[in-house]
Every structure is written in structure tokens, then in C-alpha cells.
């Protein structure tokens, strides 16, 4: 039975946490959840740390993006007031987007790594982008296709995958090198 720290390294998802620059969003999410991914643990020992993962980052996932949603006008109004009274240089540091982005990071991830369904990933993913964007003064497109990488990363990392597929993968990878 491993904690939730455990359980999201032996994934590897923590390296494309770090190349994302969420560490803080990380360390923040890992405190919060803890408690509740051990606790549900020893519940449920009928269920691997992975579906427990899936479980507690689809209930995340929810709050977070309910969260975003409930604070839409405020957090846009805070934005303009920043942007408004200190100019560029001075960013307001949304951590309800944030978190949001952290969450659909790992939750696309893990749905790669379990080798599940990629449009259902992809529509999260693009869910997740079309509430943001507007936000971040991004594309939803671009926001979804970053999302998306890491479902390809999950699904590059994935046990299951089958080795003669990623022999094949691996050849065209290097023939266009």
C-alpha cells in the first residue's frame, strides 16, 4: 500500500510535473489529498493504488473545475485589476487556474498510463482549456494540445503498452530524427 507521493512517482508523472513548473501547485495538491488517498486506501483494499488514484484525481478534477466556474467574474475581475493598476510585469497569481491545471495534468496522464480512451482525455482536456483560456489570455487549442501531451507522456510511460507497438513507435520515432 503505497501514499499518494508514492503512488504518482511510480507513475513517473512527477518529471513532467516539474518541466511544467507546477512544483508548487504539486507540493500543495500532495499536502491536501494525502490524508484522504490513505484513508480511502485502507478502506478499500479491493482497488489498486492506481484506481484509487483515478478516483480521487476525477473527484479533484470536478472541485476544481466547479471551483473555476463558481469564481469566473471575480477571478477575471482581479485579473483586469491587476493588469489595469500594476501593467504586464506584474501578474496576478491565480491559484484556483493553477490547481485546475495541475489536476487535468495528472488525470490525462494517469488516463494514458492505464491505456484509457483518448478522445474522453482529449475532452477534458479541452474542457479544462476552454475555461481557462480566457484567464490566461491563451488559446483554448494551445491550452488543450499542452494538456494532451501529458496523456501521450502517461501513455509513453504505460507497463501495459504493448513492447512490439512501442518497437514500432520507437523505429518511425528515430527514421524522422
Same mark, same amino acid.
Given at each position: 500500500?503505497?501514499?499518494?507521493?508514492?503512488?504518482?512517482?511510480?507513475?513517473?508523472?512527477?518529471?513532467?510535473?516539474?518541466?511544467?513548473?507546477?512544483?508548487?501547485?504539486?507540493?500543495?495538491?500532495?499536502?491536501?489529498?494525502?490524508?484522504?488517498?490513505?484513508?480511502?486506501?485502507?478502506?478499500?483494499?479491493?482497488?489498486?493504488?492506481?484506481?484509487?488514484?483515478?478516483?480521487?484525481?476525477?473527484?479533484?478534477?470536478?472541485?476544481?473545475?466547479?471551483?473555476?466556474?463558481?469564481?469566473?467574474? %471575480?477571478?477575471?475581475?482581479?485579473?483586469?485589476?491587476?493588469?489595469?493598476?500594476?501593467?504586464?510585469?506584474?501578474?496576478?497569481?491565480?491559484?484556483?487556474?493553477?490547481?485546475?491545471?495541475?489536476?487535468?495534468?495528472?488525470?490525462?496522464?494517469?488516463?494514458?498510463?492505464?491505456?484509457?480512451?483518448?478522445?474522453?482525455?482529449?475532452?477534458?482536456?479541452?474542457?479544462?482549456?476552454?475555461?481557462?483560456?480566457?484567464?490566461?489570455?491563451?488559446?483554448?487549442?494551445?491550452?488543450?494540445?499542452?494538456?494532451?501531451?501529458?496523456?501521450?507522456?502517461?501513455?509513453? %510511460?504505460?507497463?501495459?503498452?504493448?513492447?512490439?507497438?512501442?518497437?514500432?513507435?520507437?523505429?518511425?520515432?528515430?527514421?524522422?530524427?
Amino acid at each position: 500500500m503505497a501514499n499518494l507521493l508514492q503512488t504518482l512517482e511510480h507513475i513517473g508523472v512527477t518529471a513532467r510535473i516539474e518541466s511544467l513548473s507546477l512544483n508548487s501547485e504539486f507540493t500543495l495538491f500532495c499536502e491536501q489529498n494525502s490524508r484522504f488517498f490513505t484513508r480511502i486506501t485502507t478502506n478499500d483494499q479491493s482497488a489498486s493504488d492506481l484506481q484509487r488514484l483515478l478516483g480521487l484525481l476525477t473527484k479533484s478534477h470536478i472541485e476544481a473545475l466547479t471551483s473555476v466556474e463558481q469564481n469566473m467574474g %471575480s477571478l477575471q475581475a482581479m485579473e483586469e485589476t491587476f493588469l489595469e493598476h500594476l501593467g504586464d510585469e506584474h501578474k496576478f497569481q491565480n491559484h484556483s487556474v493553477g490547481n485546475l491545471l495541475l489536476i487535468t495534468h495528472l488525470w490525462v496522464y494517469l488516463q494514458g498510463y492505464l491505456q484509457m480512451d483518448f478522445s474522453l482525455a482529449n475532452d477534458y482536456a479541452e474542457q479544462t482549456a476552454q475555461r481557462v483560456a480566457p484567464l490566461l489570455n491563451q488559446q483554448p487549442d494551445r491550452l488543450r494540445t499542452e494538456l494532451m501531451k501529458s496523456f501521450y507522456l502517461g501513455d509513453e %510511460s504505460s507497463p501495459t503498452k504493448n513492447l512490439s507497438s512501442q518497437g514500432i513507435l520507437a523505429r518511425i520515432k528515430q527514421f524522422f530524427s
